[in-house]
């Protein structure tokens, strides 16, 4: 069934009086902090599964491997790179809700999917590989979304929604993996919910619980989400409900060519931004239980707790970024934001003569005595192994992370992360202008996408054959070139109207 436009919807809500835009106003703020809510709602239903998916992995397909789990990671932002570019050209010709709500129904299917990954005989894993891989799918609305905000809110405004956004989408961070942490105690078992064919244990919940918030998303969208569009200036301009790019008449005052390189910049450093954090997310339950030796529920409750504690800290982070790049503008900010990531990174380099406990495997020659197995008993009686693998022949010669290096790497890459994140895309939405953005911030949205596709296969490739000392140092690489890149072409970086001197940069 498709979805109807009411007149009122579809009408200029610039009226010539006082009460008109005061309407058009306060509609046109209720609009956006649905769209934070979005974001916060995306965020959780990403979030609440991630430090889950690796032990879940191994639980249904035991013959599925840390290589295996940059793939399965990689396929949500897969999904999502293919969804961004169309969401955002669907948003460009008819109303926003329609894609969000097609979208966000994609989202709780997938996630429902998720739930029943255990009931195949065979083949599991690659079952996970293609639910994963349709929630990415469904999270393609962020690009409709920022599209959305960015077209809703005048330069002035924009920096300071653009980061209310990104700390709605910390906060579900927070969420996320404290509710995967809370619901850890419903354990592996979990029991059973027989009429349909559900067990309900720490690795279905979280999906179950997301499919419900993608419902009750879909419900604000429906009810209270509307068309609004203003200039630079915060000015009412004509909605876009049903016009493209190509037939909406632009004022004169906005006409001009958008800075291509500006806009190509943006893409790689958002990428790079992207790039470094799934490395982060991916690595960061397999790198704990090599390193600390931690069981699959230990793995998933600590990161739970270590993830929620960095989402308070980006919540702060953003409330600091929004008074700080008023003062000395979006770039530095960046610039600033990548440098503390370098750091984060660069501490997480092993160092030391300690090394990690190994996982040994039962050795068959005889002229070498079997060593008993590093392993804690599972409540079935069998026995869960913990350590570094043997199998990953660098755990027996690269020295341990240890647990401090571990968390203050985690402090660090909180601080830089979301600066970053918050700046590269507010920026972005400046060199474009007025416009609509929708395509635009679907390639946006898939760069990061693409990011986030390479970044979990390229680490956990490395991570598996080479260990975290080379891991690591090609991170450390890969965030200097970002660093010298906004150095390069810092003056390039400027909004649309500041371009044309139509605003003076503040």
Known sequence: ??????????????????????????????????????????????????TSIWPYLQKIDNTADASFLGWVVAAYSLGQMVASPLFGLWSNHRPRREPLVCSIFINISAN?????????????????????????????????????????????????????????????????????AALSFIGEKGFPVEIIQLNFNMYTAPALLAACFGVINILLVIIILREHCVDDHGK?????????????SVAPEVEGNIDLIAVLTSNILFFIILFIFAVFETISTPLSMDMFAWTRKEAVLYNGIILAAIGFE????????????????????????LTIIFIG?????????????????????????????AATPLPNGTVEPIGCPLEQIWCQYTPAIHLAQYITSDILIGVGYPACNVMSYTLYSKILGPKPQGVYMGWLTASGSGARTLGP???????????PRWAFSLICCIVLAGIILLT???????????????????
């Open 488 to 506: 390069a072409m810092y003056k390039r970086l400027i909004a649309f109207s500041v371009r044309y001197g139509r605003i003076e940069e503040g």
């Open 314 to 337: 980006s919540i702060i982070v953003f409330l600091v970024v929004k008074v700080i790049s008023v003062r000395i503008g979006d770039r530095p900010v960046l610039w600033g934001g």
């Open 457 to 467: 296969v390229f680490v956990s490739q490395v991570y598996t054959i080479l260990g």
């Open 1 to 50: 069934m498709s979805l109807i436009e009411s007149e009122d919807e579809n009408t200029p809500l610039l009226r010539g009086d006082a009460d008109g835009i005061e309407d058009a106003d306060r509609s046109r703020w209720k609009s956006i902090r649905v769209m934070y809510f979005t974001m916060f709602l995306s965020s959780v239903g990403f979030t609440i599964v991630i």
């Open 236 to 248: 009412q301009i004509r909605a876009i409900n049903y016009v493209s790019e190509e037939q909406v």
């Open 112 to 180: 429902i999917y998720y739930s029943y990954l255990y009931l195949p005989s065979s083949h599991n894993k690659y079952h996970m590989l293609l639910a994963r891989a349709f929630v990415g799918f469904g999270a393609g609305n962020v690009a409709v979304v920022r599209s959305y905000v960015a077209g809703a809110t005048s330069l002035k405004e924009r920096t300071s929604a653009m980061a209310n956004m990104s700390a709605c989408q910390a906060l579900g961070f927070i969420l996320g993996p404290a509710l995967q």
């Open 345 to 373: 990174f660069f501490i997480l380099l092993p160092w030391g003569n300690h090394y990690p406990k190994i996982q040994w495997a039962d050795l068959k020659n005889t002229s070498i005595p079997v060593i008993a197995l």
